[in-house]
């Protein structure tokens, strides 16, 4: 088996939040995180965008979904796009 990268969108639970601490704390319920990069939508609210590699076996990307929209602070995680490693 090999892997992919999914590209996530983060959405936080408002624009009050600390990007910094949440960056950390997705980092670390996730060590696959390769990169997050702040993107903004409007009204002073900012999405987080960032890539994961991730195993290519089947569900891994739905565990992914789900392990990220536990994290406090997270109003929901979505992936965007996987490729190839």
């Known amino acids: 088996m090999g892997s992919v990268v999914a590209i996530l ?3 936080p ?6 990007l910094e ?3 950390k704390a997705l980092k ?3 060590p696959g995180i390769k990169d ?3 993107e903004p939508i409007g009204f002073g609210l900012k999405a ?7 195993n290519d076996a089947g569900g891994e990307t739905d565990a992914l979904e789900g392990k990220l929209n536990a994290v406090p602070g997270v ?6 796009e996987v490729t190839l490693n």
């Open 28 to 30: 670390d319920a996730l």
């Open 21 to 23: 601490k949440l960056k």
């Open 75 to 80: 109003e929901r995680a979505e992936i965007i």
């Open 48 to 54: 987080l965008k960032l890539a994961a590699i991730v």
């Open 9 to 11: 969108r983060v959405m």
């Open 13 to 18: 639970e408002s624009p009050d939040i600390d």
């Open 36 to 38: 997050i990069q702040e």
